[in-house]
């Protein structure tokens, strides 16, 4: 591994352990080199994801970036750092099991869709508005409309 503060290529672990959920290794490392310390973070991959976005480009499956997403709808809501990485790590796990190594972008999304629409109903919406390209007010109106609709009949199964 090499060390991001000066390059040197041979850095040592000081300490292993794997994170709460289990899904990932958390290693400290230190530079002989420079004596900096940082931390690694090891996940099991079970096979290499391409996401093949709407207008047909393949690109690589990047898990930071469907972190990135998640964290940015949930920004101010009351959900922890944890929860989102378990969420993260579900939808990278439903992925890896479909048996495919090229994924529908809008199959990301809708997974995605699905796990905010459970967890936090402000989330869900500002997810939505970034994935369904909302460019007018009269866009938030119809969706959130909607939910109300699906809300009231979810209510009435009652």
Do not use: W
């Amino acid at each position: 591994m090499h060390c991001p503060f000066c390059g040197h290529d041979d850095t040592q672990v000081k300490d292993s352990r794997p994170t709460e959920d289990g899904a990932a290794i958390r290693r400290r490392r230190f530079c002989p080199s420079c004596g900096q310390r940082f931390t690694t973070i090891e996940r099991v991959q079970l096979r290499e994801l391409t996401v093949v976005k709407s207008d047909q480009r393949r690109v690589a499956f990047d898990r930071d970036k469907l972190a990135r997403s998640i964290r940015i709808a949930l920004r101010k809501r009351p959900i922890d750092e944890e929860r989102i990485e378990r969420i993260v790590n579900g939808i990278v796990r439903q992925l890896e099991a479909s048996g495919e190594t090229e994924i529908p972008s809008k199959q990301v999304g809708e997974l995605v869709m699905d796990t905010l629409k459970e967890l936090d109903p402000v989330a869900y919406v500002r997810f939505a508005s970034v994935y369904r390209n909302f460019r007018e007010a009269k866009d938030f109106e119809a969706f959130v409309g909607s939910l109300g609709e699906v809300r009231a009949n979810d209510a009435g199964d009652r």
